[in-house]
């Protein structure tokens, strides 16, 4: 359980189904006490084996408690019989109802913000669970990809529901961007290591998928990474937008025009150089800001970036403040969880403050993460 559990469940899986009444309740008290790491295997498995091992998988998501498992159990409940009955009651005990497809894009937002009550992993391992065909299978992917990983995921569980769920397409084409700008933050000897070899590769595959939606479903990508204060992906897809020529209807207004006036100089700046790069015949909402901000992300290209991580929202707003005043590019965020998370997508800090007692995890935690990282 404290280094491996989630690897067990593949294992004890069949034997929910078994008509030997003591093998399937011993089955039942193990996952039970692996507790939360049995989650997104036990989800998973939810479409596979016998009746009576589906209605018993979903009892146990039920007994553990981890609101990750609604999606899965919401999906269940669609069915037919008593594991579609066992699975609603599992679904409304943890509070789940509606429609199960938007419940996990919900969930995939939450992996991608690295949500502290969302983003468990208790045993340490980075593993990323499907049925792949009919078989649980769990697939082992680098630390500094988990989250969007996980995101992905259940972005792809969400259009198996609703192959129409636009916002499930424009949220998988942001996680490949926010990949790519994970991947871009790492040393130069941690992208030639031979462990991250098949890693470059996949990822320069999502990076030519994303960039095959085209311009309805980037300006949508767009949009989302704005709303999502993902900086570093809008920017990619920006910059995707202008490689394709072609930017759809800006004299009427889009996502890249808006994005000129955002309050991320990440976003504005992207914006500013696709739109250069574009050099529309018209003018257009907000044309008029497009030479200045692309001189003044040119002209900050060498001003060092400071991250500052404070609960109290006024100590880092004044933090922020003076840093900026003395010639620096400070940005803050106020817990901890939301200050790894900008860490980790933008990688490009020289220095990082921290409040030394924060009010979602301790100091320590964040210092150890990044060193970790």
Not at 106 to 135: C, E, I, P, R
């Amino acid at each position: 359980v404290a280094s491996h559990g989630e690897d067990a469940v593949p294992a004890l899986m069949g034997y929910l189904g078994s008509n030997d009444i003591d093998a399937r309740a011993n089955a039942i008290i193990a996952l039970t006490r692996i507790g939360m790491d049995a989650v997104q295997p036990l989800a998973a498995s939810l479409t596979v084996g016998n009746d009576m091992q589906r209605r018993n998988a979903a009892e146990v998501l039920g007994r553990i408690g981890d609101h990750r498992a609604i999606p899965a159990l919401l999906a269940a409940a669609g069915g037919e019989g008593m594991p579609a009955e066992s699975a609603a009651a599992a679904a409304a005990k943890l509070g789940g109802d509606g429609d199960a497809a938007e419940a996990y894009l919900h969930l995939a937002m939450g992996y991608f913000h690295g949500d502290s009550q969302t983003l468990l992993n208790y045993d340490g391992t980075y593993t990323v669970w499907s049925v792949q065909d009919g078989k649980l299978t769990g697939r082992d992917v680098p630390q500094f990809l988990f989250q969007y990983e996980l995101a992905e995921q259940a972005c792809y569980d969400a259009l198996a529901l609703d192959p129409a769920l636009a916002k499930a397409r424009s949220m998988i084409a942001v996680t490949s961007y926010a990949e790519l700008a994970a991947w871009d933050a790492l040393s130069d000897e941690a992208k030639g290591s031979e462990a991250l070899a098949s890693t470059k590769s996949a990822l320069e595959g999502s990076a030519a998928l994303a960039a095959s939606a085209g311009t309805a479903d980037l300006m949508a990508a767009l949009t989302m990474a704005i709303h999502m204060k993902h900086g570093d992906a809008a920017m990619m897809i920006c910059d995707t937008i202008a490689d394709l020529g072609d930017a759809g209807d800006l004299a009427g207004g889009n996502a890249l025009t808006a994005a000129l006036t955002d309050a991320d100089k990440t976003i504005r700046y992207g914006a500013a150089m696709a739109l250069l790069r574009l050099d529309p015949a018209e003018a257009f909402p907000t044309s008029n800001l497009v030479a200045k901000t692309a001189g003044d992300a040119a002209s900050e290209a060498a001003i060092q970036q400071v991250l500052v991580i404070d609960s109290d929202s006024k100590n880092a707003m004044n933090t922020q403040r003076a840093l900026n005043a003395a010639g620096y590019h400070a940005v803050a965020a106020q817990s901890g969880a939301e200050g790894l998370l900008v860490a980790k997508a933008t990688g490009a800090f020289d220095a990082v403050v921290v409040r030394d007692t924060l009010e979602d995890i301790t100091t320590f935690q964040v210092l150890d993460e990044l060193r970790r990282d």
